[in-house]
């Protein structure tokens, strides 16, 4: 493609208000072809027409002006690999489903002792991902590129575990409302095994406390960040400020969860410091996890 083609038929999916000056088209040109670059480096043998691919790119851009700095640090090959996905290509879900192994493994960990069986899971996500519900489209199509790809997915994919198996209890055992909440085993290290067998229950109420005493507006920041994958930058656009702004509100409202939490767990627990900071180091590995089962609708309580 040249590179009029090149730039048209990224300017056709952009926003007119987003459109960059005339004087900016050699910068934009230079953008897009070293785009296209990092993208067929990160996936040499995975095919994709270069002018579907900056199309796609141009109708995920964030709603602000600094349009190159965007294209700059854009997650390319990610884009590339969700654009081919999009596309229902067999050969780009396979490497999809390949690449991501760990993160759908470790939503599927969620899905123990529950009804739904592994194959029934990744029907439901791959449906979810690749087809969608005929309204709202393939869930990978809401990718927009600004951060990680394996974050998205690992976000998506337990969440889809969440609603795949809420309210579906196995036979003679009631549905474990703090399943999120358990820690893996630590066979090597006694003493930190301890602390998760002993204090777990104590932490889940304490953190469930301190979520419920967040504000209104931390916590649907924190839902939007954490279970439904939003960026900053998509946050940004959504609330109409910096994308920077956004940052340290959730950056903020997530140290309010782990000084309040500590907070209860000091005077509730008869410890010492050093046994706290070690809950509290198990606590921010899991902060993410523990989040999206707090936050996911119908978790609150």
Sequence with gaps: MNDDGLVAAFLAGLPPHLHPDPAEQTSLRQALHQLVARARTAWPNLELATAVFVTHVAARVADEP?????????????????????????????AFEQAYAPEIRGALRRLRDQPMGTDDFLQVLRHRLFVGDGTTGPAIA??????????????????????????????????????????????????????????????????????????????????????????????????GVHHATVARRVAAARELLVVGTRAILAQRLAIGPREL??????????????????????AES
């Design 66 to 94: 600094a349009l190159m700095d965007q294209l700059a640090r854009a997650a390319a090959g990610d884009l590339w690999l969700a654009c081919a996905c999009c596309r229902g290509d067999s050969r780009a879900i396979a």
């Design 142 to 239: 809401r990718y927009s590129g600004h951060g990680n790809l394996g974050a998205w997915v690992r976000v998506t994919a337990l969440r889809t575990a969440l609603n795949a198996t809420r309210n579906k209890p196995p036979p003679d055992q009631p549905a474990a409302d703090d399943d999120i909440f358990e820690f893996e085993p630590s066979p090597d290290d006694p003493e930190l095994d301890h602390l998760k067998r002993t204090y777990r229950d104590a932490f889940r109420q304490a953190f469930l406390e301190t979520v419920a005493a967040l504000p209104a507006s931390d916590r649907t920041l924190l839902r939007q960040s954490v279970v439904h994958g939003l960026t900053v930058r998509e946050l940004a656009r959504i609330q």
């Design 277 to 298: 900071d070690s809950i509290m180091m198990l606590i921010r590995s899991r902060l993410d996890v523990s989040l999206v089962r707090a936050l996911t609708p119908d």
